[in-house]
């Protein structure tokens, strides 16, 4: 198989390893934040109910731009887009606001267990999206595939 069509097929499915995760995700945030964690949260003391409302916000943030940065991609995968246009500025993964560790610290274990993974997930996809628009840089095997795969 050459390498662009590989490396289509490794993009394809880590887009939707991505996406089954960030939905996973999003679905238990939603479910803490809206139900589950109402108790947890009027058990704070006042100021960490705010800091809670705010990682509350945080996190969904965070997970909506990660979601719209993984549907672009599908997108691009269906034909629905051309690649260069993923690669504009307001498709590109957006900016979420960073949280303060103190501040999650203070959280209930499972708040913490959740603002924690959207911070994990938005890093590791913001790593992606830098990469995707970054040259590659020179490599003297990748080279040697490339003319290896035009002779064949």
């Known amino acids: 198989m050459p390498l662009e069509q590989t490396k289509k097929l490794m993009t394809a499915r880590l887009v939707d390893s991505l996406y089954t995760e960030a939905m996973v995700l999003a679905d238990e945030a939603r479910s803490y934040f809206d139900e589950i964690g109402r108790a947890d949260r009027d058990g704070l003391a006042p100021i960490d109910r705010v800091a809670f409302s705010c990682e509350?916000?945080?996190v969904t943030t965070r997970l909506m731009h990660v979601i719209a940065w993984l549907l672009t991609r599908k997108a691009v995968a269906a034909g629905e887009i051309p690649e260069r246009?993923?690669?504009h500025e307001s498709r590109r993964l957006g900016q979420a606001a960073g949280s303060d560790a103190?501040?999650?610290a203070a959280l209930p274990p499972a708040a913490r267990e959740i603002a924690a993974g959207s911070i994990d997930l938005y890093d590791r996809v913001s790593r992606?999206?830098?990469e995707m628009i970054e040259p590659e840089p020179d490599s003297p095997a990748l080279d040697l595939i490339r003319r290896l795969e035009q002779a064949l």
Do not use: F, H, P, Y
Request: hydrophobic share 60%; aromatic share 0%.
């Open 128 to 130: 992606i999206d830098q």
């Open 85 to 87: 246009a993923a690669t």
């Open 102 to 104: 103190a501040a999650i």
């Open 56 to 58: 509350s916000l945080k």
